[in-house]
């Protein structure tokens, strides 16, 4: 089992920024998959990056495309999100998940094994 718990949400306003963290208890993070998904109240979950285990590729949502970094830092056990000039629409609880499916496709929800309970981001105008 991977409990995932991320932290680093808040209040920002427009074109600032926030470092989110995904921290695990009990297993190696860099065993998994590791992806960032938002959802906006009334909205659908989508995904906005990922990171491969092994080989640490990185994907990423077009609509976040330069402006978010996703890193591991191995060390800490933790999967970072840098989010550069927010905008108000950045505005979402996120979520960091893990996975280990085989064919993992870095986008798809149900790839996902384990979910932290999110954190909140809220970008003012």
């Known amino acids: 089992q991977v409990q995932l718990v991320e932290s680093g949400g808040g209040l920002v306003q427009a074109r600032g920024s926030l470092r989110l963290s995904c921290a695990a208890s009990g297993r190696t993070l860099s065993n998994y998959h590791m992806g960032w998904f938002r959802q906006a109240p009334g909205k659908e979950r989508d995904f906005v990056a990922a990171i491969s285990g092994s080989r640490r590729s990185t994907y990423y949502a077009d609509s976040v495309k330069g402006r978010f970094t996703i890193s591991r830092d191995n060390a800490k056990n933790t999967v970072n999100l840098q989010m550069n000039s927010l905008k108000p629409e950045d505005t979402a609880v996120y979520y960091c998940?893990?996975?280990?499916?085989?064919?993992?496709?870095?986008?798809?929800?149900?790839?996902?094994?384990?979910w932290g309970q999110g954190t909140q981001v809220t970008v003012s105008s």
């Open positions: 998940a893990a996975s280990r499916t085989t064919g993992w496709r870095p986008s798809v929800l149900d790839d996902y094994d384990y």
